[in-house]
């Protein structure tokens, strides 16, 4: 059971598909592990075993009659923000607390017309009043940090080997650092984001983009093209194909880096694991250079200055989630000075293939204590170009640092070639040690 939950949704796949391993054996054993790792992470809050089970007894029969997906039998788990047909989503929102769905996003539809297997919805944000606090797995005293927390800290622990999040700000990049695990954030149009919850005005909000987490790159790919594309709903995706990840010249590529800018003061740590990630590629053979994009240090404001423009709650009505705050004039500002932004980024990144950053100021925290900024992330919401996530290193407290690497718009090959380059030179995922785990096992950073 311990070498199914800690292989690679690819890994599975093929180990279905080739039926050395059947889809129920490996269910039964995600299934087992999260009831030995979720009393002490509380990070899946709706667990849907039986008709996982039943579901997994349906493609052991469908493969033996030559049906088979990308993800035929492989389950993975969906946030409490992303809509699954028959499950609360609630978006740990008491107000919705009965909240459960008839239809589900086309995300999770996409995955089981793959052949993956919903487990269960994980939580969101690090606590919220319907069902508590996650933990990080690394240190159950530490936050997951963002609101895909449940997604990362599952995923890491070896509960689930594939999971669906959001990401307006960092909430995809920030627990997958915090967690040590990989996550997408694809370029934004490139995945619908129909069915979330709360609703996504796409027009509204160019920032929020649904992405995979998983422990390893190669499941982030795997996942990407599956998500990707029209659902004729969601107007803003546009069908731009898709290049294969696995023909990028890593070697080729120009990269631009920064660990420091007035908005950003890393830890030390956190700063040499990035320069060990350029580094990384500079022994590859690509061109390196240190270099900040023009009007980084704005993302913060333009971003704060979004927060205070209401949203709908309703997909057809206006129904504003709070006081307006701006006025007409100061919105109009906001969107030139957006623009304005945007206009100065893709200008830089025509020199360059990708950029490499940290993802935020600091490691995981404990609970309670403040995490820091995450002026890395903001700016490429903002832009809405893909970022993946992947470890790269371990502070000192024994917590995961990870890296960020930002592609050029539609280039989500490039990001995550460079980012499964990393995490073959870096280590990657490294498994945690939980306090019913065989203490035999090597963990790096237990501190329970």
């Known amino acids: 059971m311990d070498t199914l939950t800690r292989a690679s949704a690819t890994t599975l796949a093929r180990l279905i598909r080739e039926r050395e391993v059947s889809a129920v054996e490996v269910v039964q054993a995600h299934l087992h592990r999260i009831a030995q ?14 008709a996982a089970l039943t579901t997994a007894d349906a493609a052991d029969a469908e493969l033996k009659r030559g049906v088979v997906g990308p993800l035929h039998g492989v389950p993975f788990t969906v946030k409490d ?45 690090v606590e919220n009043p319907i069902y508590g606090r996650t933990n990080n797995p690394y240190d159950l005293a530490y936050s997951p940090c963002g609101s895909s927390s449940g997604e990362a800290a599952l995923i890491a622990a070896g509960g689930s080997p594939l999971g669906l999040g959001s990401d307006s700000g960092g909430s995809i990049r920030q627990p997958a650092h ?75 590529l120009r990269v631009a880096y920064y660990t420091h800018h007035a908005e950003a003061e890393p830890t030390p740590e956190t700063a040499v694991t990035c320069r060990r990630a350029v580094q990384t590629l500079a022994d590859c053979g690509a061109r390196v250079a240190e270099v900040l994009p ?23 009505t206006w129904a504003p989630d709070g006081a307006v705050q701006l006025s007409s ?4 500002r906001h969107l030139f000075e957006w623009d304005r932004f945007r206009r100065a980024l893709i200008g830089f990144i025509a020199d360059y293939d990708v950029i490499l950053t940290p993802v935020a100021e600091l490691p995981a925290r404990p609970h309670g204590a403040d995490e820091g900024r995450i002026p890395y992330t903001l ?67 237990r501190r329970i």
């Open 178 to 252: 915090a967690c040590g695990i990989a996550g997408l954030k694809p370029t934004t149009g490139r995945v619908p984001v129909t069915g979330h919850f709360p609703f996504i005005s796409a027009l509204n909000d160019p920032r929020t983009t649904i992405g995979p987490l998983a422990r390893h790159v190669e499941d982030l790919a795997l996942a990407l093209p599956v998500l990707s594309g029209v659902d004729w709903r969601d107007a803003s995706v546009i069908p731009v194909p898709l290049a294969d990840w696995r023909g990028v010249d890593v070697g080729s």
């Open 294 to 316: 023009p009007r980084i240090e704005e993302a913060y404001t333009i971003t704060r200055h979004y927060w205070q423009r209401p949203e709908s709650l309703s997909v057809e």
């Open 379 to 445: 700016p490429y919401s903002l832009t809405g170009w893909p970022c993946v996530v992947v470890r790269g290193g371990t502070s000192p407290e024994g917590m995961p640092i990870g890296v960020q690497v930002v592609g050029r718009p539609w280039h989500d090959h490039v990001a995550l070639a460079v980012a499964g380059t990393l995490e073959q030179a870096l280590g990657g995922w490294q498994p945690p040690q939980l306090p019913d785990d065989d203490p035999g096992q090597p963990s790096p950073g």
């Open 329 to 332: 004039e100061a919105v109009e």
């Open 37 to 50: 790792v979720n009393p002490h992470l509380n990070a899946i809050v709706q667990l849907a075993a039986e």
């Open 81 to 125: 923000w992303i809509d699954v047909a028959g499950l609360p989503c609630t978006g740990g929102d008491p107000r919705f607390r009965t909240r459960i769905p008839a239809e589900e996003a086309p995300v999770v539809i996409r995955m089981r017309r793959a052949g993956a297997i919903v487990l269960g919805k994980t939580n969101v944000m």
